[in-house]
């Protein structure tokens, strides 16, 4: 069974970094998808970042991007989010999602798998 473990959130100024981690078990992620949404109250879950596992293929919102990073780690099977010039509007629960697929897609219902979520806060 797929499991996705986040970790890395929490509480942090404006400007600063934050980098989450997902951790991935359970099955054969070459061909999987990976990609990092976030759901702040009151808002739909909007996707920020994705990435092919096996492949160079990344996407990223418009709202994020040249601030946030994302990558993988195949021997360890995580995927990592690196966050910088944090706004407040960054301020969400940021969530892991799975996707059996090879082209990184950007709905929240396309995905597969999903972690438990972990909180950011940006504090201005």
């Known amino acids: 069974q797929v499991q996705l473990v986040e970790s890395g959130g929490g509480l942090v100024q404006a400007g600063g970094s934050l980098r989450l981690s997902c951790a991935a078990s359970g099955g054969t992620f070459s061909r999987y998808v990976m990609g990092w949404f976030r759901q702040a109250p009151g808002k739909e879950r909007e996707i920020v970042a994705a990435?092919?596992?096996?492949?160079?293929?990344?996407y990223y919102a418009d709202s994020v991007k040249g601030r946030f990073t994302i990558s993988r780690d195949n021997a360890k099977n995580t995927v990592y989010l690196q966050m910088n010039s944090l706004k407040p509007e960054d301020t969400a629960v940021y969530y892991c999602?799975?996707?059996?697929?090879?082209?990184?897609?950007?709905?929240?219902?396309?995905?597969?798998?999903w972690g438990q979520g972990t909180q950011v806060t940006v504090f201005s």
């Open positions: 990435l092919a596992w096996s492949g160079p293929i990344t």
């Open positions: 999602a799975a996707d059996r697929t090879v082209v990184p897609q950007r709905g929240a219902d396309q995905y597969d798998y």
